[in-house]
């Protein structure tokens, strides 16, 4: 009875292996799409980076193109009092306040427009930053994506392998209780069987089990299942590590032979 909760064990690990390992070829594309992540929010950045400086560079330019016009109006102005067009000392203050106005207005232009020369300064520095962060994301996802999308290969082939090692497993497991493995590795999400530990807990629902059971359990002579989750039972004292896969392998490929 030793050698059939063994096998049990030795099945329970490869279910497990195929499980992850299918869960892992699932979550491929979800794992593709969070590496992308990064990429997508330095492109953004990129693209709100370059509009700002866009916006930056035409007011820029509208404000050289009103500062010129306002240059030409001063020019103008100035060509009035050159060519004697002023008469009157009236006409003169009337004329100096105008001028005096459009210096002042151009004045204002030419803060505004240092200020906005600066401001396109820093855009095209920022600019500059978001680039080389965008290509140093691109670069990472490039490489990230290649190495996911290559280890499906990798997964695919062992879920191959796995599954033939399963198949010889089964095959060497009494069918009664093949059968009621498979119907509790349904129903218990995967985990038919449950160690008992040195303290007399079912390792899975983690309740008491009566003495003798747990004795018997020990022992190893028949197989016992958890009142509590219905769990096939084996003595693990300590966490189960594995040891009865290579063993059980080791026994198939004996009687093979």
């Known amino acids: 009875m030793k050698e059939d909760l063994q096998r049990l064990m030795s099945l329970q690990e490869v279910d497990g292996r195929l499980e992850e390992l299918a869960d892992r070829k699932k979550r491929i594309p979800e794992l593709v799409a969070a590496a992308q992540r990064p990429l997508h929010a330095a492109q953004a950045l990129h693209e709100v980076t370059k509009k700002d400086l866009d916006t930056s560079t035409k007011q820029r330019k509208a404000l050289e193109d009103e500062l010129?016009?306002?240059?030409?109006?001063?020019?103008?102005?100035?060509?009035?009092?050159?060519?004697?067009?002023?008469?009157?000392?009236?006409?003169?203050?009337?004329?100096?306040?105008?001028i005096d106005l459009a210096k002042k207005k151009k004045g204002e232009i030419e803060e505004q427009l240092l200020m906005l020369m600066d401001q396109v300064d820093v855009k095209k520095k920022e600019l500059a930053q978001a680039d080389a962060a965008m290509k140093e994301a691109e670069r990472k996802f490039a490489a990230e994506k290649t190495s996911l999308e290559g280890s499906v290969g990798a997964i695919e082939q062992e879920l191959v392998e796995q599954t033939q090692r399963r198949k010889d497993m089964a095959a060497?497991?009494?069918?009664?209780?093949?059968?009621?493995?498979?119907?509790?590795?349904?129903?218990?999400?995967?985990?038919?069987?449950?160690?008992?530990?040195?303290?007399?807990?079912?390792?899975?629902?983690?309740?008491?089990?009566?003495p003798q059971v747990v004795s018997d359990v020990k022992r190893g002579m028949s197989v016992l299942t958890c009142i509590y989750c219905q769990r096939i039972l084996y003595w693990a004292g300590e966490p189960y590590h594995g040891t009865a896969a290579s063993e059980l392998e080791k026994e198939t490929a004996e009687k093979s032979d």
């Open 172 to 210: 060497a497991v009494e069918k009664s209780l093949l059968r009621t493995y498979e119907k509790l590795r349904v129903s218990r999400k995967g985990q038919a069987l449950a160690g008992v530990t040195k303290e007399g807990s079912c390792m899975a629902c983690r309740l008491q089990i009566q």
């Open 68 to 98: 010129a016009v306002q240059e030409q109006a001063i020019s103008k102005l100035q060509d009035r009092a050159i060519k004697g067009a002023i008469k009157t000392n009236k006409e003169f203050q009337a004329h100096k306040f105008e």
